[in-house]
């Protein structure tokens, strides 16, 4: 069901993005093994046209049933959470369990350029001393002078429409990736909740989502210890 935090479902045409095109540049298979020894195979897809000019990358993962539509995940690169593990966030074990969850339900995860929630990586770690000095993650960026949240999905919606998907399940607890991509045309037609992956060291960072921009986690589970 529709979580009633997210944007409109249904927008006014005169109120959609017009959506430039986008073509698929390659298509490879490449066989994926990840740090638990959990495997599979993907079809990984570069495009031409894409607005902000940055390498995004489909992951595409199985196929949905006839009729379903294809299960979808916005994932923002984290260099610090994808690749060396670590705990002040929870990318590197939603990456892990969107590519299984999408694998066994057929769809597609957009592995997206836009590392920090779109500041870069030397912003994003400026932003971690300061929460080191006691500011969350979205105090941080503006005591920077940068916005809480700079990443636009428009080259994400380009990369679906051009993979030929129109209608989507979005694997996501962030309200505004649906809200994007409905006011780009696309039809979310659901937004499916991630795992909860807390540890001690990124609690108050998922908090701090919650209460910022009304990711959907529960609260009672973010326990500061």
Known sequence: MRDPRDATATSDSSSLIELPTATVRTRVTVPLRFGDGYTVTADLVTFHGLTDGQEHVAVIL????AGQAPLVRLHSECLTGDVFGSARCDCGPQLREAVERIADRGGVLLYLRQEGRGIGLYNKLDAYALQDQGLDTYEANAALGLPEDARDYTA?????????????DLLSNNPDKAAQLRTLGLKVTDRVPTGVFST????RYLRAKVIHTQHTLSLTELTVG
């Open 62 to 65: 199985g196929e949905p049933a």
């Open 156 to 168: 994400a919606a380009q990369m679906l429409r051009a993979l030929g998907i129109d209608a989507l």
């Open 200 to 203: 001690a060291q990124n609690v």
